[in-house]
């Protein structure tokens, strides 16, 4: 009988995403909103080093899961057609695994979370699938007015519930944006787009981890520019 592997948090951190099995139909309807964020936008720019640093020196020895080569049950095995299917694998292969990280880090525990949810929340986030070609955020990233309208309904979220930090993902890519107030201005600053495909730099899973650490701390944001100044429909 074949020996389960040991699966560590460090290994669960910075492996990439497993791929999304997508069903033979699905949805193929844009999602994106007509909203649009127009205060101060600024490129966070220290984000991957701020990842990076933020990692353990000294990992836990403890284990956290086991794979099984022939029988992996991590392995893709439910069709993913819409948002809400997209949502339920987010919700296992980011959130489950990274409590599981967290508790065996001992760290305390942090609400990180998407708006839906009826919880208290520390973070919100947006998800849109990945196949449809409007949702594609590198295509989006190079046109300015784009990009604002990209990032405009979970800076909406992060507006309304008065939170530092989210993210928007398609579960291929992803960014990571926060309120900061620089100098007495508040203003939005968005990371760089993180690929799950890359082979270097920093894991989706580990930017989760680090949203998460600041997130536990953060502070309900105190901004007081009117929503109608920052946010725009059409």
Known sequence: MATPRRIFSREAVECRLPELLLAPHKTTSSAMHSITYTGPLYLWSSFETNVQASMPTRWSHAVIDHSLQSRDIRREGVYVGDETGLQGRF?????????????????????LVLNTAPVTLKAVG??????VDSHNLMHRYSDEQNWRSTIGQVVEYMIDQRVAYGFHS????????RQVQVNGTWRVECSPIIDNNRTTGVSVKQCFWYLALLAAAGQPVQNPTPKSRLISRR
């Open 91 to 111: 919700e296992q292969v980011v959130g489950q695994v990274l409590g599981a990280v967290f508790r065996a880090e001992k760290t305390p525990d942090v609400s």
């Open 126 to 131: 947006e998800l849109k699938v990945p196949w």
């Open 170 to 177: 398609t579960y291929d890519h992803a960014v990571f944006l």
